[in-house]
């Protein structure tokens, strides 16, 4: 688990520090953003209330919680 | 045009998309090869060559002039498509040099919308006085081209000729077209691309933008556009850096977008007055002078 | 300006008309009639805002007589010309069925009081015992709205209430996100902070002691603050990836005051001493996720693919993938097929059941431990899930229909002591859910 964690944050840090650095470049021209206006390519999906109730799903039946953000409105299921 | 031009069709085939942009092209050249200042068979040139005598204009050009007389008279004067021989006296490349009051001083008397004699369908040029058209030649092909294309097909198009666009409604399934301005940074140089753009959501209508991202003059810390003022022949002072307005066609955008800058500091102002949906970048915060 | 304002729009409306005219000409009278005022009436301005509506109705199901859940959402969603939102979100969740109560099997039947204290229930021989009284309708409110700050950044903010007859919440939230590189990149922050108030049934009962009649008080109060920090890079044309750093801290009332633990003798394994005794969680949670989301579009298909990772001071530790395959089936139709792997171990003070005086001292009605629960989502279990969305293209919106079958199994618990060993203590959970979903804009 810890070597994991470690892991995990280095890979997190790389992808944050490189774009500014400037080792990489990353990114696209503003011309070059027809695949990813789309809405199936929202990271919260095409249909952002689906999202939502998958995380009240695992949130009143798992312990582990948190992630994509936080909705708004907690329950009293766990 | 100087600037690249682009047609966005949706729901098109191949064949069409190419008669279409085959349309936009031979409009856009069309226009430009009978209004072009840089161009010596251009009908302007026509016009600069008959030493002040009586010309008879064609229906379209005598219909530009019209337009042209009509936004004079609306401006107070500001608005003055004669103002083009200032250019001699001002280089907009960010250069410090301000030119000598007696250059300025020698190229007034020949502005002056007033000083032309325009008794439609005659057109008279004093001797040494120009006609520019370029703040309006663009949007007029705009909204031109766009005419054209809706007559060749029902498909949703969008004509965009350099940052001044017009659709023909919405998008096939009643979408939006997503168009962003770029807002110029303060710290952006020529060639660095912008940082900040407004993203919104056009039905109907056109888009305008008027500014002077790379033509533009510093003098004593102050920043002036390259909108000269045709009574003191300088820059236009406090005027925002750029300005979109949004309205039923490219040609009245433009306008609205020329004038509004032509008031200066007032412009943001102005445009509210005026009740136009309009975008404004770095709006100028520094005290005016007088002069 | 000589003339007034409405005066100089029209006077340049109609100005452009006059040259625009013969332009229009043989679809003038066309485009004149389909653009009906906007033409002619100068002080008519193009239209910039989009509106969106969202609705969802989820059924969940679980096996063997426990949680069945209908929860049907609705949102509607407007962005102005200036690129402002307002949000506005109504929930509605039904609840029924049987849920554990924390108490161990037995190889006889059991009997048990509801928290109400108003009637029993009874548990067959062998069976892991569930509270069938589980009822509730929960009704949730959640306003949003968003904003440009300068040229590069983005403010959103929050309100949310929840109510149920036994539990109310509050939150706000604020975040704000900053766009650099040509918005290829982009820094986010967030705050939400939770305020909840819990009114049980039957009272607050004092943890980790025998269950009875008497309660200590009638309600208690919770409260969470979480902060969020991420980071959203656009890698290339066809993928997007996000990291999200969250922390957050839980204090006040963090106990279940519905669910208890059984007190079993050591060597028999039966049922002993105060028999029932009331779980008892830290007043405190302190939890750390890190959450890492790619969306890679392929020549035609989209690609979600996601891992938590998550840590708190209970000595929860989680590992979660998901894995999202949309594939387009043309005409705008899709299936998505997706796989979502979740492995958690248990919490530091889990505990199936209280051994007799090792655990709790029934003499004494005490126990040296601080804290102790049986409740399922604390112990260390695999939760896997395999669902299929099927989508729908219409003229204007999206609508889906997405199948999911959901299994949580737990391992059996070692050093089960005497009669406990034959018998199932931990059973699969296994849920189904159906969900239907509908997206348009207009």
């Known amino acids: 688990m810890n070597l994991f964690r470690r892991l995990a944050l280095a890979a997190g840090a790389c992808l944050l520090l490189a774009p500014i650095s400037g080792c990489v470049t990353w990114g696209v021209q503003p011309w070059e953003r027809d695949l990813l206006a789309k809405p199936a390519m929202q990271l919260s999906g095409s249909m952002p209330l689906e999202g939502a109730i998958d995380d009240h799903i695992y949130f009143s039946k798992e312990a582990a919680t948190g992630g994509r953000g936080y909705g708004g409105g907690g329950c009293g299921c766990n | 045009m100087a600037s690249p031009c682009e047609v966005l069709l949706e729901g098109a085939d191949g064949h069409m998309a190419r008669h279409l942009s085959g349309l936009a092209q031979a409009e856009a050249l069309r226009i430009e090869a009978r209004y072009s200042r840089y161009r010596s068979d251009s009908l302007v040139a026509q016009w600069h060559a008959s030493q002040g005598q009586p010309v008879e204009l064609d229906g379209e050009s005598a219909r530009l002039l019209d337009i042209a007389e009509r936004c004079h008279a609306l401006s107070a004067g500001l608005f003055d498509i004669t103002s083009g021989v200032l250019r001699a006296a001002w280089r907009f490349d960010g250069s410090q040099q301000a030119p000598e009051p007696a250059q300025i001083a020698a190229l007034l008397p020949r502005v002056g919308f007033d000083k032309l004699r325009w008794q439609p369908p005659w057109l008279s040029v004093p001797q040494g006085m120009e006609v520019d058209l370029g703040g309006l030649a663009k949007e007029y092909a705009v909204d031109r081209t766009l005419a054209l294309l809706r007559q060749a097909c029902a498909c949703p198009v969008l004509v965009n000729f350099g940052g001044d666009l017009a659709v023909s409604g919405p998008r096939a399934d009643g979408e939006p077209w997503q168009v962003g301005i770029a807002a110029a940074s303060p710290a952006a140089a020529p060639g660095v691309a912008d940082t900040a753009t407004t993203v919104l959501a056009l039905r109907s209508g056109a888009l305008a933008t008027s500014g002077d991202a790379h033509r533009h003059f510093t003098h004593a810390g102050r920043r002036y556009s390259h909108i000269l003022n045709p009574r003191t022949g300088w820059p236009v002072e406090g005027a925002p850096r750029a300005v979109t307005v949004a309205a039923p066609t490219c040609t009245e955008a433009g306008l609205l977008a020329t004038l509004a800058l032509l008031q200066g500091h007032h412009a943001q102002a102005w445009l509210q007055a005026q009740g136009a949906t309009h975008w404004v970048s770095e709006p100028v915060t520094e005290e005016s002078t007088t002069g | ?442």
């Open chain 3, 1 to 442: 300006m000589q003339l007034t304002s409405g005066s100089l729009r029209a006077a340049l409306g109609s100005a452009v008309s006059a040259l625009l005219v013969p332009a229009l000409a043989p679809a003038a009278a066309q485009a004149q009639t389909q653009a009906g005022p906007k033409a002619t009436d100068a002080a008519t301005s193009p239209d910039t805002t989009t509106w969106q509506a969202e609705g969802a109705v989820l059924l969940y199901k679980e096996g063997a007589g426990r949680v069945t859940a209908l929860e049907p959402v609705v949102s509607l969603r407007r962005v102005d010309g200036n690129e402002r939102a307002w949000g506005l979100k109504l929930t509605l969740d039904a609840l029924t069925g049987a849920s554990p109560n924390g108490a161990v099997a037995q190889p006889g039947v059991q009997t048990f009081t509801t928290p109400s204290g108003k009637s029993t229930y009874s548990t067959p021989a062998g069976r892991m015992p569930l509270d069938p009284t589980f009822r509730d309708t929960r009704l949730a409110l959640a306003a949003t709205h968003e904003r440009p700050v300068g040229a590069a950044a983005r403010a959103s903010f929050g309100l949310g209430v929840s109510a149920e007859h036994d539990f109310a919440s509050v939150t706000a939230s604020a975040a704000l996100a900053y766009d650099l590189a040509q918005k290829n990149t982009t820094l986010s922050l967030g705050v939400a902070l939770e305020a909840d108030r819990i009114q049980p049934e039957g009272g607050v009962p004092q943890g980790l002691q025998a269950a009875g009649p008497a309660r200590a008080s009638g309600t208690a109060t919770r409260q969470v603050a979480d902060l969020l920090l991420g980071v959203t890079q656009v890698m290339n044309r066809r993928w997007v990836t996000q990291l999200n750093l969250g922390l957050g801290r839980g204090t006040g009332h963090q106990s279940d005051p519905y669910k208890v633990l059984s007190v079993v003798d050591g060597t028999s394994g039966l049922l002993t001493g105060d028999r029932l005794v009331h779980e008892q969680r830290p007043e405190q949670r302190t939890r750390v996720s890190l959450f890492w989301q790619n969306k890679v579009h392929l020549t035609d298909d989209v690609v979600d693919a996601s891992y938590r990772y998550y840590s708190d001071n209970w000595g929860v530790r989680a590992h979660t993938l998901d894995l999202r395959w949309r594939s387009e089936l043309g005409s705008g139709w899709y299936l998505e097929p997706r796989v979502r792997l979740h492995r958690q171990s248990a919490a530091d003070f889990y505990r199936p059941w209280l051994l007799e005086s090792t655990e709790w001292d029934s003499a004494v009605h005490r126990t040296a431990l601080t804290a102790a629960s049986a409740d399922p989502r604390l112990a260390a279990f695999t939760g896997r899930t395999l669902g299929l969305k099927l989508g729908l293209p219409l003229r204007r919106g999206e609508f889906a229909v997405r199948l999911e079958a959901y299994r949580q199994q737990q391992r059996q618990p070692a050093f089960a002591p005497g009669a406990l060993r034959g018998l199932e203590l931990a059973p699969a959970l296994t849920a189904a859910t159906v969900f239907v979903g509908y997206v348009r804009p207009f």
